[in-house]
């Protein structure tokens, strides 16, 4: 319950909705309460003397309370559902807008199929408690204090049967609610394996197959799915058996009191209908806490859920703008890039492990309008580094800064302005060719993206696409092939027109040829700065100054006549993609 109540700052700018359908649910169980009154005296009044006109004068009563009671409950579910969705509709706006506001770091810690859990599964469990539950849990307290209060009137020797009824359905209730809770949270986290375990298959459908490993994956997927049901049926099971229970003592507790009443009921101290109505009062008091019963399967996972959203609400950028942040593009050298000592680690999700250095004393200097290469092995921190320009991540020690200004002092917004990075394995959106190309400036024209297309080497193959740049980009990029996502990917980039321009290994996919004719396109701007991360040292030659990276650290750096002659690593690679003979 402590974690449904964090909902309530979503919940203040509808409370006048709420109040209403609070009010409707206790003139509801008010209406309930009154029926039992009308039954006793359409028996002891109308029946029992044999007077008609009581039983029509009561029975029209009754009429006219139930239909203002189904009136009543109808308009309140109408409002509650209204508050409901107005509720979580506005939840997981902020839930999605803070997720987007992460940053790398917290991402990393947070799978997708975590964040997807939340923002559906879970949300709709919140949905279904403030739709349903909040009614009944106002509910319940009134129509167990109206019904005992009723009961005491009508014959206080009967009500040690009740007494004795009621803390042994309360104490099945608080032994279920006390296990479920931890047990529901456990079926949230492996439906989030589950999510996790399908998006990669979904993803990974070409690599799978490829490999022919679809018995595998399915044998994978199997047995998530497996532990899923296991721990669902584990809770569903503890929760399934409360209901007849409760149903079983409440039942005896009614036949006790046929038993004891029918003899107060001989002896005439205690009517007929009064009788009648001692039992259904009865079972308004064990009702409410059936009905508890009935509804805390809901509280239980909808508890565990908020409090899984608050997880991620709670979850703090590790990468945020200064309080008295400046904009970048007032420097007069946006583009100059250094790096002081910088030292870079991941922070793990688990909290007690310490992960080792990525990047290690770090000094660097690239002036505006340079282009410098990076060479590495793999893992050698070449993205890493790269990285910390845009801050996507913060350096666990050092500075890096642009224009002689540390990044952590500029906006994140002016800075991710300045600086445009093409990744290794671009993301395109559903859309068409040019509403993708249009991602980073939404008012260029037409023309305008056709040049950077150009640039990219991509206008041919767009060109070449039955609607050209008005076609359709499946999901992902379905229907183009890694080259041609690539292209497009730094496309978008340049369309951008940043002053310091990252590729990170984005023409990885591209042959020597395009390749080249794209290195020669971007010459052309001797005021960008560009820092291309590569895997082939053919990517690396044409740039001014190039920098080898060895397990996060600089091993050399110089010009390719420089290296050729003083760097053993960059000979190595050098020889073994290009040959010997080639100088």
């Given at each position: 319950?402590?974690?449904l ?5 979503w919940?203040r700018p509808?409370?006048?909705l ?5 009010l409707?649910?206790f003139?509801s ?8 009154l ?5 028996i ?7 007077d ?6 009561t029975v029209?009563?009754m009429?006219?309370?139930i239909?203002?009671g189904?009136v009543t409950?109808a ?8 508050m ?10 902020d839930?999605y807008a803070?997720s ?6 917290n ?5 997708s199929g975590e ?8 949300l709709?469990k919140?949905?279904t ?12 307290p ?6 005992l209060v009723?009961i005491i009137?009508?014959d206080a020797?009967l009500?040690?049967?009740v007494l ?10 608080w032994?279920?609610?006390s296990?479920s809770?931890?047990?529901y949270d456990a079926?949230?986290?492996r ?7 399908l998006?990669?298959?979904?993803q ?6 490829s490999?022919v490993r679809q018995?595998q994956q ?7 799915a497996d532990d899923?049901a296991?721990?669902a049926?584990v809770v569903n ?10 149903i ?6 009614v036949?006790?009191?046929i038993w ?7 002896a005439?101290t205690l009517s007929e209908?009064e ?8 079972a308004?008091v064990a009702?409410?806490m059936i ?12 508890g ?5 959203i608050n997880?991620v609400?709670?979850?703090v950028?590790?990468v945020r703008?200064a ?5 970048l ?9 250094r790096?002081?000592?910088?030292r ?6 688990d909290?007690s ?8 004393n770090?000094?660097?200097?690239i002036?505006?309008?340079q282009?410098?290469?990076i060479l ?5 921190g070449?993205?890493?580094l ?18 002689g ?5 500029l ?8 600086v445009g990075?093409?990744?290794q ?5 559903s ?6 190309l249009?991602?980073?400036r ?5 023309n305008?993206?056709?040049?950077a297309?150009v640039?990219a080497?991509?206008?041919e ?7 050209g740049y ?5 999901q992902?990029?379905?229907?183009l ?5 690539q292209?497009?990917?730094i496309?978008?980039?340049?369309l951008?027109n ?7 290994d ?10 080249a004719?794209i ?8 005021d960008?700065?560009?820092v291309?991360?590569?895997q082939r040292?053919?990517t ?5 100054e ?5 397990d996060?650290?600089i091993c050399?750096?110089g010009?390719?006549?420089?290296l050729?002659?003083t ?11 290009l ?5």
């Amino acid at each position: 319950m402590s974690a449904l109540f964090r909902v309530w700052p979503w919940v203040r700018p509808y409370r006048s909705l709420l109040f209403v359908s609070l009010l409707g649910t206790f003139v509801s169980v008010g209406i309930n309460l009154l029926i039992p009154l009308q039954t006793s005296r359409v028996i002891d009044d109308g029946i029992a003397p044999g007077d008609t006109g009581v039983v029509r004068q009561t029975v029209l009563v009754m009429i006219a309370l139930i239909l203002t009671g189904i009136v009543t409950f109808a308009l309140t579910m109408v409002i509650a559902v209204r508050m409901a969705f107005n509720t979580t509709t506005d939840l997981r706006r902020d839930l999605y807008a803070h997720s987007m506001s992460l940053s790398f770091g917290n991402l990393d810690r947070l799978s997708s199929g975590e964040i997807l859990t939340r923002l559906t599964s879970d949300l709709t469990k919140v949905t279904t408690v403030l739709t349903i539950g909040i009614s009944f849990v106002a509910q319940t307290p009134i129509m167990f204090i109206g019904s005992l209060v009723a009961i005491i009137r009508i014959d206080a020797s009967l009500v040690p049967i009740v007494l004795t009824m009621v803390p042994v359905i309360g104490t099945l209730v608080w032994f279920v609610l006390s296990r479920s809770g931890g047990l529901y949270d456990a079926v949230q986290t492996r439906l989030d394996h589950l999510n996790t375990v399908l998006q990669e298959n979904i993803q990974g459908t070409e690599v799978i197959k490829s490999f022919v490993r679809q018995e595998q994956q399915t044998k994978k997927f199997d047995q998530v799915a497996d532990d899923l049901a296991f721990q669902a049926t584990v809770v569903n099971q503890l929760v399934a058996s409360l209901i007849p229970t409760l149903i079983m003592i409440s039942s005896l507790g009614v036949a006790g009191v046929i038993w004891l009443g029918g003899v107060n009921v001989i002896a005439g101290t205690l009517s007929e209908g009064e009788l009648v109505a001692f039992i259904s009062y009865m079972a308004m008091v064990a009702a409410p806490m059936i009905m508890f019963a009935f509804i805390q399967p809901m509280l239980s996972a909808a508890g565990a859920s908020m409090a899984r959203i608050n997880q991620v609400l709670q979850e703090v950028p590790e990468v945020r703008d200064a309080h008295d942040g400046f904009d970048l593009s007032t420097l007069a050298s946006p583009g100059e890039i250094r790096f002081d000592n910088v030292r870079f680690r991941y922070n793990s999700s688990d909290t007690s492990e310490q992960l080792d250095d990525a990047l290690c004393n770090i000094s660097l200097h690239i002036p505006q309008g340079q282009t410098l290469a990076i060479l590495g092995a793999t893992g050698s921190g070449k993205s890493s580094l790269v990285h910390l320009i845009p801050r996507f991540y913060d350096a666990s020690e050092g500075t890096v800064s642009l224009g002689g200004v540390d990044v952590k002092e500029l906006t994140k917004r002016s800075l991710r302005q300045v600086v445009g990075i093409a990744l290794q394995e671009p993301q395109l959106f559903s859309g068409t060719v040019l509403e993708n190309l249009r991602y980073g400036r939404p008012e260029a024209s037409e023309n305008e993206a056709r040049a950077a297309a150009v640039t990219a080497q991509a206008d041919e193959f767009i060109r070449a696409m039955p609607s050209g740049y008005q076609s359709v980009i499946e999901q992902n990029g379905a229907n183009l092939s890694g080259g041609q996502r690539q292209r497009l990917a730094i496309a978008r980039t340049l369309l951008a027109n940043p002053q310091v321009l990252i590729l990170d290994d984005s023409t990885s996919a591209v042959d020597l040829e395009t390749e080249a004719k794209i290195q020669q396109a971007l010459s052309s701007n001797t005021d960008q700065t560009v820092v291309i991360v590569a895997q082939r040292i053919s990517t690396a030659l044409g740039a001014d100054e190039i920098l080898v990276l060895d397990d996060g650290q600089i091993c050399a750096q110089g010009s390719h006549e420089q290296l050729i002659e003083t760097s053993e690593i960059y000979g190595e690679i050098f020889r073994s993609q290009l040959g010997e003979a080639v100088q």
